[in-house]
């Protein structure tokens, strides 16, 4: 049966190419619009260009309106959707994705690492085996995944973990679900289903701080009267330098939702150390403690959790537990 699947490119080094001084820029005519002679015969690919746009210019405004064609994609037919995206912000805009589409579609994000006419270039290749996982049955039901570099990812967990390596994109403590294999899509790791928030606006005021050694509370202090949330990713396992607990209770005073994560790479933030400064004080304090995202994760679970109205422990509950 032939399978309908819309590709929305929102561009990225996929849509880039390098000038003759080595410079990689955003292209005037993208090189992916009409380049489909490695579709599977069972696709039918149609083709938008929703941006053009370096995915650190990328906003959760524009991540709004990419899911509002999304859901208009699954009404008019579509079998699934790719979105193309710079690598940059990828991890952010492919799990506000699956926060927010509450659907059985597959939606599968992708993007390269080398421009479209550096030697080497990962593009195609990634598009063709995004387009493959979006035409699988096998890939419904599973939230928005993220496949480069022949591996599929969950938009949940997935990280860029290099800097110019096409291996970039890694799994940390839980690994891949899945590989594309010449064969097809094969997927090997359970999902854990988590709530949806079928929003249609956003709340803006919502920060990320890393903490580090010597850290006191002048950044926390520097926040604006209407902020609206803050993610905090704290040391180790979930632990803050004493000097930031004045002007951290000062914010919770004013209401101010407080997540934390931690800052290391691997694990999850659990309250355990019961010093001045410990998890466990924080926890004590009111801060929720969110396992297993990264801090640019948690930033965007947070805001779509308030800009779904949700707050106290409604709140907390959506926020803090990512793993079960
Ligand atoms: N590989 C890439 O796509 C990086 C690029 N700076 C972007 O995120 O748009």
């Known amino acids: 049966m032939t399978k309908h699947i819309l590709v929305l490119h929102t561009g990225g080094t996929i849509s880039m190419t390098e000038n003759s001084e080595g410079d990689i820029m955003p292209s005037q005519h993208n090189p992916l619009l009409g380049a489909d002679s490695f579709v599977p015969a069972d696709v039918e690919l149609t083709t938008e260009e929703i941006f053009n746009l370096p995915s650190p210019h990328m906003t ?10 999304i859901r208009q994609a ?3 037919g579509s079998d699934g959707v790719v979105i193309t995206h710079g690598t940059d912000t990828l991890e952010e805009t492919a799990y506000f994705l699956d926060l927010t589409l509450d659907s059985a579609m597959p939606v599968v994000v992708t993007g390269a690492m080398r421009s479209s006419n550096e030697i080497g270039s990962d593009g195609l290749e990634n598009l063709q085996s995004a387009i493959k996982t979006a035409a699988s049955d096998d890939s419904r039901n599973k939230g928005t995944l993220v496949v480069m570099n022949d591996e599929i990812h969950t938009a949940r967990f997935v990280t860029k973990t290099h800097t110019t390596n096409v291996a ?3 799994t940390p403590t839980f690994g891949p679900v899945g590989l594309v294999t ?12 988590q709530e949806v928030c079928a929003i249609d606006h956003l709340v803006d005021k919502v920060f990320l701080i890393k903490a580090y050694a010597g850290m006191d509370g002048t950044l926390f202090d520097a926040l604006p009267e209407d902020t609206h949330g803050l993610t905090i990713e ?7 330098p004493p000097t930031t607990l004045p002007a951290i209770q000062r914010l919770l005073d004013r209401n101010i939702p407080i997540v934390l994560v931690s800052r290391c790479f691997n694990g999850v933030a659990q309250a355990v150390y019961n010093y001045e400064g410990g998890g466990v004080q924080l926890k004590k304090m009111g801060i929720i403690f969110c396992q297993g995202l ?3 994760k948690a930033r965007i679970k947070l805001q779509v959790g308030l800009s779904d109205g949700k707050q106290g422990q409604d709140l907390a509950d959506f926020v803090d537990n990512a793993v079960s």
Request: aromatic share 8%.
């Open 60 to 69: 959760p405004e524009r991540m709004l309106e990419l899911v509002k064609r």
């Open 74 to 76: 699954e009404k008019e």
């Open 168 to 170: 970039t994109f890694r």
């Open 182 to 193: 010449k064969d097809g899509v094969r997927f090997f790791q359970e999902l854990i289903n």
């Open 234 to 240: 704290a040391l180790g396992a979930g632990n803050l």
């Open 294 to 296: 990264n801090g640019q």
